[in-house]
């Protein structure tokens, strides 16, 4: 590309002053020489020398006139261009001036034709689109209250849409975002010929393997009538398995001996009923022996009925039915079913987990309330967890009587028929194999109904619901180019972006300082994912001084337990993939995180290059320069830390890009060849 423009502030001045310094210079001279020559005097040799020194004076003002009048209002012109090719929506800060304020009536009209065009052509997109975006919210609503895990692939296996629950369920996992390789998630061999072998008309394929020391059954279906995407749901199949391996392992195992006494016991009954009531020696001891023998095996087998009957009980606690549940969720949950009008239970105590089927017990102590009510009070109750050994005691509080055996035992008998099968209470009582007894209180004044519970060893109450993400899907990355094809020739567009930042402990890298803090974040299809990020704090193994803490914010306290550099590059470089790295002045931040020996063999984007290539005439190319220019905000705390100066920079590659494409700068290649004419060597060390 050619960079024809407005040269550099620095040089017009230095030439300018060149120019007048070397006319006055002159000037004094010839007017020296013509002075001793002609010794003129009065007028005639104030004349000599003012006439002498006219050029260089001329010059100097002129330039003054045009740096004032006409350079200065086309920096400000150009920056302003600039600003509303990358954003044609933010403000017009810097009128024409100088000369040029002419101009503003005209360009404040363009500019507002411009506005009002792209205002039109927003409304009518918005209005043919309402109905799809109105449907499309709809479905992606479900889609995030869906608790199975799911995720959507193209042909080329990257991740186009996955939900919430596959986020919690891949938690940790940094192969998990929009445009990321499936076998990034994923690491078998097998994935590839499982993936090829499905059926084109979406019949399902169910694939079992492991990930991050779990099983996983995987469910995989080809989308019909689509260009070759992939819907992939999961579940956790290690605990199947290990029940498997476990309790009903052991049942099996025990089923051999089972039989064999079952059989012996029943062939000495049938020996034994062969006898002849006639006594004789023989008989007497052959009877003797067949009674033993049937004690003896009666023994072993009641034995094994009660380990069969502790094993199921086990299998039963440890179904996938019983589920941990916050008490005060659930003491709410059923406050809602018994009355939603008004408030009938208050919990009270200490909140904590334990263990349980939610409807089940919902449904069972709505039973209680109902068919007990003759016995119950009707002006509320209390709900508190009591912490013992191995369980939690549930228990349902209210002034008055405990209730009698004959009334909790008639209840037990009660049939649940708002549960599937109608069982009764005392099935989930054996559900949860637990027991259920009323008793008074010591202060003669309430009464309780106690029901034992398994414990948990979870600890805090559950996480806030995070709202919903903007960026769990997009259908776009099906039409990029194929991964594999030549990342020259790609459009800037379509690649896929990891911007990152540090903050070190100074700037001295190669005497010793290094990484304290590491940010990045993602950009797929032009588009920035504002919570694919990566954010670690790095123990650098030495004091961080105080004149870096005044910059950054970020003590030694702050890095105390953190990782080291050598642990977090690693997590690091999973994250970044086959992404193309992105930074603001980037020789400063692949200088830090190299320290370790790490060879990073990507190719990286500098913001700063770019733009000093775009507008070579214009002062001011670091980050805070860069953001007023384009009307980018740091959020409040963020500048100097490594995620907010990483995402800015990202916002700032967005700005820069339709500048880059009115250039006709499209490709990666070309993008290179500018950034490699702008490099200046006295700016290495910038931040």
């Not at 040029?100 to 009536?105: A, M, Q, R, V």
């Amino acid at each position: 590309m050619s960079r024809r423009g407005l040269p550099k502030r620095q040089r017009l001045i230095g030439l300018w002053l060149l120019l007048s310094g070397v006319s006055l210079l002159g000037g004094a001279i010839f007017a020296t020489w013509l002075d001793a020559h002609l010794a003129p005097s009065g007028l005639a040799r104030l004349t000599l020398w003012l006439g002498s020194f006219s050029g260089g004076a001329t010059i100097f003002l002129v330039g003054l006139v045009l740096e004032r009048r006409l350079f200065t209002p086309l920096r400000q012109l150009q920056a302003q261009l600039a600003r509303l090719v990358a954003n044609p929506d933010a403000r017009d800060d810097h009128p024409p001036k100088g000369w040029l304020k002419s101009l503003e009536p005209d360009l404040r009209r363009v500019h507002d034709y411009w506005r009002e065009d792209r205002r039109r052509l927003a409304t009518a997109h918005a209005e043919g689109a309402r109905s799809a975006a109105r449907i499309r919210q709809e479905l992606e609503t479900l889609l995030q209250l869906l608790e199975t895990p799911l995720i959507l692939c193209d042909h080329h296996r990257r991740l186009m849409l996955y939900n919430q629950a596959a986020e919690e369920f891949f938690n940790g996992n940094t192969g998990l975002g929009l445009g990321k390789r499936l076998e990034s998630l994923l690491p078998t061999s097998s994935l590839q010929h499982t993936l090829n072998q499905l059926p084109q008309d979406g019949a399902p394929r169910e694939w079992l393997t492991a990930c991050d020391n779990r099983w996983l059954k995987i469910i995989l279906r080809r989308v019909p009538d689509r260009h070759g995407e992939i819907l992939l749901t999961f579940s956790d199949a290690t605990a199947s398995w290990s029940n498997e391996m476990g309790a009903r392992a052991q049942l099996a195992d025990m089923l051999i001996p089972l039989r064999q006494h079952s059989a012996s016991l029943i062939c000495a009954a049938d020996a034994l009923s062969q006898l002849r009531p006639q006594s004789n020696a023989n008989n007497d001891l052959l009877r003797q022996r067949l009674e033993r023998m049937i004690q003896e095996e009666g023994a072993i087998l009641g034995d094994n009925v009660a380990r069969i009957g502790s094993l199921l009980d086990d299998m039963q606690q440890q179904g996938e039915r019983l589920t941990p549940l916050w008490s005060n969720d659930f003491w709410q949950a059923l406050d809602e079913r018994l009355d939603p009008e008004h408030r009938l239970i208050t919990p009270v105590g200490v909140p904590t987990w334990f263990k349980g089927d939610a409807p089940a017990l919902m449904a069972m102590f709505d039973s209680l309330v109902k068919h007990l009510n003759t016995h119950l009070p009707d002006n509320g109750f209390e709900g508190e967890i009591s912490q013992g050994n191995k369980y939690i005691y549930l228990d349902l509080i209210w002034r008055g009587k405990a209730l009698t055996e004959h009334a909790l035992s008639q209840w037990r008998q009660h049939q649940l028929a708002s549960l599937p099968l109608m069982p009764k209470v005392a099935d989930v009582l054996r559900q949860h194999a637990s027991e259920v007894w009323s008793l008074n209180d010591a202060d003669g004044i309430h009464a309780r109904l106690r029901l034992p519970l398994p414990a948990m060893e979870r600890e805090g109450a559950p996480r806030d619901a995070a709202p919903p993400r903007p960026e769990f899907h997009d259908f776009g990355i099906a039409d990029l180019p194929p991964p594999d094809e030549a990342l020259a020739g790609r459009p800037l567009r379509s690649l896929d972006i990891v911007s990152f930042d540090t903050e070190t402990t100074g700037l001295e890298l190669r005497r010793g300082d290094t990484v304290i803090s590491l940010g990045a974040c993602r950009i797929v299809n032009a588009r920035l994912l504002a919570s694919d990020v990566f954010d670690q704090k790095v123990d650098p193994q030495r004091p961080i001084p105080a004149a870096s803490t005044t910059i950054h914010g970020i003590t030694d306290a702050d890095v105390k337990g953190a990782p080291t550099l050598d642990s977090v590059l690693p997590r690091f470089l999973d994250y970044v993939g086959e992404s193309v790295l992105l930074a603001h002045n980037a020789d400063f931040d692949l200088l830090a995180i190299s320290q370790k020996g790490i060879d990073l063999e990507l190719p990286v984007i500098d913001t700063l290059l770019i733009s000093r290539a775009l507008d070579e005439a214009l002062e001011g190319h670091d980050l805070d320069s860069l953001a007023q220019r384009y009307d980018l905000t740091f959020p409040p705390g963020t500048r100097h830390t490594a995620l907010g100066d990483a995402q800015v920079t990202a916002e700032l590659w967005l700005a820069l890009l339709p500048r880059l494409e009115a250039r006709g700068i499209d490709s990666f290649e070309q993008l290179l060849a500018l950034q490699a004419s702008a490099v200046d060597r006295q700016d290495a060390n910038a931040k």
